[in-house]
């Protein structure tokens, strides 16, 4: 498996393409932006887009998805249909489902939004608003923001500290790095 990053100035979020080079498959995460950059990745080595996953509906992690749907037949993962209408399939609670013949974990982290999904790939997790490097994603009330921490908490920091965690906005990290860093969120 590779991941490959594309920055989505727009909405200074981050887009993924994790490729199963075995098949030439591969999953988008948050297309935010679809740039000429991510299209020639594709095109040019070959990979059929098996899935695409929405970690939230907000512009800056869907706004490329029409796009995509455009070019592609993708199929859309998402805790909220509203994402691409009866093309969504609609995860909910916890589970895992195989794309582009890797096993990926699925879990819902509400807080951020109520449709917050996180994912996770082997040894990395995709998290996007739900946690940053050193922060958690901001809530609009007192009792989202505990149930973000606890969810985080219970879900996310009883992993592995090697886990490498890639957010929607901001730097990459590990699980360990951003432990030391957030003790007492």
Known sequence: MKVYYHHNPGGFSN??????????EAIIIDPGKVTDEI??????????????LITHNHGSHVHG???????????????DWEVAGDDTTVLSNDGHIKIAKL???????????????????????????????????STNSSYSKFILESNIKNKIYTMDDQTVI????GPLSTLGALKAVMDDF
Do not use: R
Not at 15 to 24: M, R, T
Not at 39 to 52: A, D, P, R, V, Y
Not at 110 to 118: L, W
């Open 103 to 137: 096993n990926v974990q699925y879990m819902t982290v509400p807080g951020h939004t109520s449709d917050s999904m996180v994912y996770k790939i082997e040894n990395v997790l995709f998290t996007g608003d739900v946690l940053g490097a050193g922060s958690i994603g």
């Open 65 to 79: 998805l029409k796009t995509l749907q455009k070019i592609y037949s993708p199929k859309i993962y998402a805790a």
């Open 166 to 169: 890639m957010p929607g906005h």
């Open 39 to 52: 299209i020639s990745q594709i095109e040019e080595n070959g990979l059929t887009i098996s899935g695409i």
């Open 15 to 24: 887009c993924y393409i994790v490729v199963n080079e075995a098949v030439k």
